[in-house]
């Protein structure tokens, strides 16, 4: 009988072993396999592998912290908090697994937890490369928290026009008195002069916590000075305020604006009314743009000319490595309060542009303006019509940059040639302006 209950232990014993080499086995064989699938990037299968290994030998820490990794990099981001967690039971103090486990937090939008874990990591003083890539993500961090955001640009520009009053081509004009077609002449002349002009815009952005869009704020302030001719001087003055929705592959604003101009340091037109934008992502090398604005005109020196305008734009911009191209088609009405000074506008746009080395670019543009009036000025014998055709080019360079890109310093210089035609001679003219400008961004 002691014979046989000694057999037994020993059948007993050997079962023991066996199943456990067994498991061993299996274990090994599915860390294994896990293993290989998170080098080859298969993190679904690595999930999947790891977590048999994980059931068979939930103590192994190895084992959870590959777990977690693959269940990180899959999304499973619950189980990935949930690995680590376990490792720091045991080894409290395991920054590797601190560091993941920050990663998950952030992941999962738990921002504090994310930034707590992080600093304990880069208290213990570790590599340099391990501590700038924590600092990376702790400004990361502090970047979303941020509400307030403000940019812009100012510039200040020295330009030559040779026709700043815009004076006519022709000598003389045919005017309608009493039914009678007589010619005038025109005695205006082309006078050259330096205009120096000074451009301010900012932004304001405001950005809701856990909301799809943003508040923004644009101020713009223009001004133009002329050398002699001080009767053009100009100060244009605009503001506009709404929402901005982002999504994936969009970009949508609304805003509300106003806008004054003075002329000559008197007041000439004011305007208010809505605008809206659309920037669609089509794919990493074309946008679309659309964009419609609506608003009343108020002119200060001509009530006849008071007007509700409104305007469409649409089109592509083309990005193939250094080379950027821009198409846009426009349609304008002007309902003012005189028909004679209201209109039907067509404009189309093309420009190119291109990178260059050492920070230079170079851009050339084409700009075409059909407008047609919808009544007879009593003044002439036939509806106003003129095409407006703008031929511009320009070189830039990049002098100064911040390393954050934040803050920059560029200059251009540019050549426009304008050439107007009308059926009424009084409105055809020629001109050429080259200018030169510095911008500083921030």
């Not at 699938?37 to 679904?44: E, I, P, S, T, V």
């Not at 738990?110 to 600092?135: C, D, G, M």
């Not at 961090?141 to 510039?155: D, K, P, T, Y």
């Not at 000319?305 to 821009?326: C, E, Y």
Request: net charge negative; glycine share 4%.
């Amino acid at each position: 009988m002691a014979k046989l209950k000694f057999l037994a232990m020993v059948l007993i014993a050997l079962h023991l072993c066996l199943t456990q080499a067994v498991a061993t086995e299996k274990v090994s064989a599915s860390f294994t396999q896990g293993k290989q699938y998170f080098d080859q990037g298969k993190f679904d299968e690595a999930y999947t592998e790891l977590h048999k290994a994980f059931v068979q030998d939930p103590a192994n820490l190895e084992i959870n912290f590959y777990l977690g990794r693959a269940a990180f990099e899959s999304g499973r981001l619950e189980e990935a908090v949930m690995a680590f967690d376990r490792i720091l039971i045991a080894e409290p103090d395991l920054e590797r697994a601190k560091l993941e486990l920050a990663r998950a937090h952030l992941r999962l939008g738990s921002r504090e937890l994310a930034k707590q874990y992080f600093k304990e990591v880069q208290a213990t003083n570790p590599p340099e490369q391990v501590w700038k890539n924590i600092q990376q993500f702790l400004d990361a961090i502090a970047a979303s928290e941020q509400r307030h955001f403000i940019n812009g640009l100012f510039s200040f520009g020295f330009s030559h026009d040779d026709n700043v009053n815009v004076a006519p081509t022709e000598s003389s004009v045919n005017v309608n008195l009493g039914g009678l077609t007589l010619p005038f002449s025109i005695d205006q002349k082309a006078i050259s002069d330096q205009i120096y002009n000074t451009t301010l815009v900012a932004n304001h952005i405001y950005k809701f916590e856990d909301s799809p869009y943003t508040w923004k704020t644009t101020a713009v302030n223009y001004n133009a000075f002329y050398g002699t001719q001080n009767i053009h001087d100009i100060n244009f003055l605009s503001l506009a305020s709404g929402p901005v929705f982002q999504g994936q592959n969009y970009l949508w604003q609304i805003q509300g604006m106003l806008n004054t101009v003075d002329v000559a340091y008197d007041r000439y037109q004011s305007a208010y009314g809505l605008s809206s934008t659309l920037t669609w992502l089509v794919d990493q090398t074309i946008l679309f743009n659309i964009g419609a604005t609506a608003q009343q005109k108020n002119n200060y020196q001509d009530g006849d000319k008071d007007a509700d305008n409104f305007m469409i734009t649409a089109g592509p911009v083309f990005t193939l490595g250094p080379d950027r191209f821009t198409l846009s088609l426009g349609k304008e009405l002007e309902n003012a309060a005189h028909d004679y000074n209201s209109y039907d506008r067509f404009i189309f746009l093309a420009r190119y542009d291109r990178q260059l080395p050492l920070d230079f670019a170079l851009f050339a543009s084409f700009r075409f303006q059909n407008t047609k009036y919808d009544k007879t000025d009593p003044l002439y014998i036939s509806n106003r019509a003129d095409d407006v055709l703008d031929l511009s080019c320009g070189l830039s360079k990049r002098l100064w940059q911040t390393e954050d890109k934040r803050r920059s310093l560029s200059g251009q210089i540019s050549y426009t040639n304008t050439k107007a035609e009308s059926n009424i001679a009084l409105y055809a003219y020629d001109k050429n302006v080259t200018a030169a400008e510095l911008t500083f961004a921030f």
